[in-house]
């Protein structure tokens, strides 16, 4: 679409966390551009103006796509460029006037057409960006503060992956049973919540709010409510504030049989909440990696077991010593299920500190083939060769078990092929003894 009309759509879905700044392209105002990217940036907004684009043959497409679809509109009208002034007009006619905001580096603000000099445009001197850097954030907060809290919810919650109507009947229901909660939500996740409004007994409120509404129509929002909850609770407002809050709702002591597959939408927020404190080097860094490793521990559910799947993900791309030191020490635990998990992990990562620990695996005699198994595994995807005459002992140790066990067979194949990689003369020693 490349016309204006095209772009009058009645629910439009906006983009938010984006700004789109219509400015000319001139080098003069590069340092404009960019002191717009940096409070954006501070903001979680992600700011952009049509060169910035990489499809540029299409570039009035690009335009009218950023200016309908982004959540704040930024229009630099200074030296009243036609181009701009035809964009402006635009913006105006597709955009509320919240979304919007005119900036002008011009001293004489009334040499502007007298169509828009009713308007708030903020002034900003190139030689001296503070005093608009400040203004420029009040103004797009405000601008953020008048959001449609019910099409922010919907674009949102559509942004991750939940099918529109069934959305729109859970905003129906929330609405129902409290819309003021449901704009509390919208704010905060908006960042636009402050003390005044928004304390430790209305987090707990909210959670019971949602809560409420994951238990309608048979559980079916259950996933809607959860996703609001981590994005709500995990926004920078409250988990800067409110850590200690969401740890006494969230992340209780896990016990060995307390997890089953009727709590899996509960597990994941807890695992996602984890991740986050981790990534955050929250000081409560160490609590949420004891508490991911604590359910590492818990039998295996099978391959329907995503929030473990999701967990393993997490600790293996996640660089973070505190992580791999817990990973190292989970391969002298008890403890086979976490165990494997860690084995495997420290392989593929690579962990080289945990080098000694998977060799004294083998040099133990662990019984569990599948831990042997990972652990050779382990071994040869960092190319420890010294493993080689480890990993020929233990074959000639344990030789009179082959073919008594379901994986004994995968196993010795196993062995063999790391044997072949990791050390010539100990797989010719096997051949010569076979």
């Known amino acids: 679409m490349d016309y204006p009309r095209d772009y009058v759509i009645p629910n439009q879905e906006i983009n938010h966390g984006t700004a789109f700044v219509v400015m000319p392209f001139q080098e003069r105002f590069d340092v404009t551009i960019n002191t717009i ?10 700011a952009m103006r049509a060169d910035d684009i990489s499809r540029q043959d299409i570039i009035m497409a690009n335009i009218l796509d950023g200016i309908a679809k982004s959540e704040i509109v930024i229009v630099d009208i200074s030296g009243a460029n036609p181009n701009v002034f035809y964009e402006l007009g635009i913006a105006h006619s597709l955009r509320t006037r919240q979304s919007i905001i005119i900036i002008s580096q011009d001293k004489d603000i009334a040499q502007s057409p007298f169509d828009i000099r009713h308007w708030s445009i903020l002034k900003y001197d190139v030689d001296h960006l503070s005093p608009f850097k400040s203004a420029l954030k009040k103004k797009i907060q405000a601008c ?4 449609n809290y019910e099409e922010y919810i919907l674009n949102l919650l559509i942004s991750n992956a939940f099918d529109k109507d069934d959305v729109l009947r859970f905003i129906s229901l929330a609405k ?5 909660n449901l704009e509390l939500i919208c704010n905060i996740i908006a960042g636009n919540a402050d003390i005044s409004n928004c304390n430790r007994d209305k987090i707990q409120i909210l959670n019971t709010y949602l809560t409420t509404l994951s238990d309608y129509k048979d559980g079916q929002y259950a996933k809607i ?5 981590y994005i709500a609770f995990t926004s920078e407002f409250i988990f800067s504030q409110y850590i200690d809050t969401l740890k006494s709702l969230f992340l209780k002591e896990w016990k060995r049989d307390s997890i089953n597959l009727n709590d899996m939408n509960y597990w994941e927020f807890v695992a996602l909440l984890c991740s986050r404190i981790i990534e955050k080097q929250h000081k409560d860094k160490q609590d949420a990696i004891d508490w991911l490793v604590s359910y590492l521990k818990n039998p295996r ?3 329907i077991d995503k929030v473990r799947t999701m967990i393993e993900n997490f600790l293996l791309t996640i660089q973070d010593k505190d992580v791999d030191n817990a990973l190292i ?6 403890n086979h299920s976490a165990k494997e998990s860690a084995i495997d992990i420290c392989g593929q990562k690579p962990i080289l500190g945990a080098i000694d620990n998977l060799l004294k695996i083998i040099i ?11 652990s050779i595994n382990a ?18 140790k344990n030789h009179d078990k082959w073919g008594k066990q379901a994986v004994s067979a995968s196993l010795k194949n196993v062995a063999e092929k790391s044997l072949c990689i990791l050390d010539e003369k100990s797989y010719n020693e096997l051949i010569n003894l076979e």
Not at 225 to 229: E, F, L, T, V
Not at 364 to 374: K, Q
Not at 379 to 396: C, D, F, K, N, Y
């Open 379 to 396: 071994l040869t995807r960092m190319h420890v060769t010294s493993a080689g005459p480890i990993i020929l002992e233990w074959m000639i």
């Open 364 to 374: 133990d005699n662990e019984p569990d083939p599948h831990i042997i198994r990972s």
């Open 37 to 46: 990217t940096k409070v954006c940036k501070e903001l979680k907004i992600s």
């Open 301 to 303: 559910m099978g391959r």
């Open 329 to 334: 020490r989970l391969l002298t635990a008890n």
């Open 176 to 180: 129902d049973i409290n819309s003021k």
């Open 225 to 229: 409510a959860w996703r609001i909850k």
């Open 144 to 147: 953020r503060n008048s959001i």
